[in-house]
């Protein structure tokens, strides 16, 4: 765990940082951050996806896709940086509980098949 952090209840003002795990195996790093926004339960998690802002030269890679977690929509979409050699992936599941909305991202080299299999064998688990 590198960050960790506990918010008062109430609405939020903008995106925050709940906790940050890296894990170092070999050559390869890889990460898992979470995060919550505050947002309407009208809002399709997929379009949440698809306009998230994503920055520093990220590219969507390939659709969104949306599914249920823990009894609750979800929706799951992947961004790769290629500037970087190999090329990064970026792998966000964002899941509704109420009017808060959970960022799981998943951070890993795009050759890792194994940390993004582990990130999401770990976001599976989920329940509430």
């Not at 520093?56 to 500037?83: I, Q």
């Not at 964002?94 to 795009?110: D, E, I, K, P, Q």
């Amino acid at each position: 765990m590198r960050a960790r952090a506990e918010y008062p209840p109430g609405p939020l003002a903008q995106e925050g940082l709940l906790v940050a795990y890296n894990r170092v195996a070999g050559d390869n790093m890889a990460g898992l951050d979470v995060t919550m926004a505050d947002g309407p339960d009208s809002e399709d998690l997929a379009e949440v996806l698809k306009n998230r802002e994503t920055g520093g030269g990220w590219k969507a890679d390939g659709p969104v896709e949306t599914f249920e977690l823990g009894g609750h929509s979800a929706a799951r979409g992947a961004c790769k940086n290629r500037s970087a050699a190999p090329a990064d992936l970026k792998e966000v599941v964002a899941v509704r509980n109420g009017s808060r909305v959970y960022f799981f991202t998943g951070l890993f080299s795009a050759n890792d098949a194994k940390s993004r299999e582990q990130v999401r064998k770990s976001i599976d688990t989920l329940t509430w």
